[in-house]
């Protein structure tokens, strides 16, 4: 099993950028994947983005695209999440998560291993 801790998550002006960091500490399969997550309050958890851990494939929400960059360090066993011109709309608890395939992305049934979450807000 693979622990991911999140980290750098906070408070945003609208417009503004944060930039999430998830640490995996254990083995890490090369052909999985990496992805976020996120939970808005009285909602269900949603698809961000997902990163093959070859680095060669990635996909994004719709509502994300454009605006937050997905990208991973495999030397590092790290990942990261750009999020750029945030909205108040993207308030949420982000979640990193692992999955030992790169089959179905955007499904977070597929993802065996979860961080315990940060928490990013976006007012002004």
């Known amino acids: 099993q693979v622990q991911l801790v999140e980290s750098g998550g906070g408070l945003a002006q609208p417009g503004g950028s944060l930039r999430l960091f998830c640490t995996a500490f254990?083995?890490?399969?090369?052909?999985?994947?990496m992805g976020w997550f996120r939970q808005a309050s009285g909602k269900e958890r949603e698809f961000v983005a997902s990163?093959?851990?070859?680095?060669?494939?990635?996909v994004y929400s719709e509502s994300v695209e454009g605006r937050f960059t997905i990208d991973r360090d495999s030397a590092k066993n790290e990942g990261y999440l750009q999020m750029n011109s945030l909205k108040p709309e993207d308030t949420a608890v982000y979640y990193c998560?692992?999955?030992?395939?790169?089959?179905?992305?955007?499904?977070?049934?597929?993802?065996?291993?979860w961080g315990q979450g940060t928490q990013v807000t976006v007012s002004s």
């Open positions: 998560a692992r999955s030992d395939t790169t089959a179905n992305m955007k499904n977070s049934g597929w993802f065996r291993d």
């Open positions: 990163i093959a851990w070859s680095g060669n494939y990635k």
């Open positions: 254990g083995r890490i399969s090369g052909t999985g994947a």
